[in-house]
Structures are given as C-alpha cells and as structure tokens.
C-alpha cells in the first residue's frame, strides 16, 4: 500500500522559511514525479509545484517562482519543498503527491496517491 508523509509545517512570520518533507513507502519512487499541491481555507486545491522521476526537470507555479523550491533524495525516497519569503497569504495545507510516471504535472488529476497534509500557517 502506498502511504505518502508530510511533515515540516507549522506556525512562522512574515519572511521565514520552511522546508517541508514528504517521506514514500510502497511503491517504487526513483522514475515516479512528485507534486506539491495547497489547500487554503474556503479555496480550492492548487498546484505549486512539481519534479520529474529522473529529478532534471523541475515546474512551478507562478507565485511560487522564486521563493520556492521543490527537490528530491531517491536514495531516501523524499521530496522537499523549501519556501522562503513565506506571506500571509501561503498559508494552507499542503500536500505532496505521487504520479507513477516520470513527467511532471500541474494537474491533480495526473497523481495517483496523495499525503495527508502538513498546515503552513505565516503570521503578519
């Protein structure tokens, strides 16, 4: 059974960091693209990032160009998504997501399995 894991979140200001971590067991994760999705309260499900299999191609949404990067350990069978600059506004469950496929997506409906989200919450 695949079983994704997020872990990272949490409460920061205006300006931090975070990286978060998404931990893979169950299903063969070297050649499999990884997503970064978000969920704000009362909005819907967004794409925010995403990794091909092999690693060499990387895609972002716009808000995330800059202030977010998304990266893999296949030897650990992670993905992590560091965010700098955190804004009010990034404040949201985020989750990460496994497509059985190398390339990278921005379509939920492309994945396959999905984490159960870690809270990102960014004070003013």
């Known amino acids: 059974q695949v079983q994704l894991a997020e872990s990272?979140?949490?409460?920061?200001?205006?300006?931090?960091?975070l990286k978060l971590s998404c931990t893979v067991s169950?299903?063969?994760?070297?050649?499999?693209?990884?997503g970064w999705f978000r969920q704000a309260p009362g909005k819907e499900r967004e794409f925010v990032a995403s990794i091909?299999?092999?690693?060499?191609?990387?895609?972002?949404?716009?808000?995330?160009?800059?202030?977010?990067?998304?990266?893999?350990?296949n030897a650990q069978n992670r993905t992590f998504l560091e965010m700098n600059m955190l804004k009010p506004e990034d404040t949201a469950v985020y989750y990460c997501a496994y497509r059985g496929d190398n390339n990278i997506a921005s379509s939920g409906r492309w994945y396959d399995y999905w984490g159960q989200g870690t809270q990102v919450t960014v004070s003013s």
């Open 8 to 17: 990272g979140g949490g409460l920061v200001q205006t300006g931090s960091s």
């Open 52 to 73: 091909s299999g092999n690693g060499k191609t990387t895609y972002y949404t716009n808000f995330a160009k800059g202030r977010f990067t998304i990266s893999r350990d």
């Open 26 to 34: 169950g299903r063969t994760f070297v050649g499999a693209a990884m």
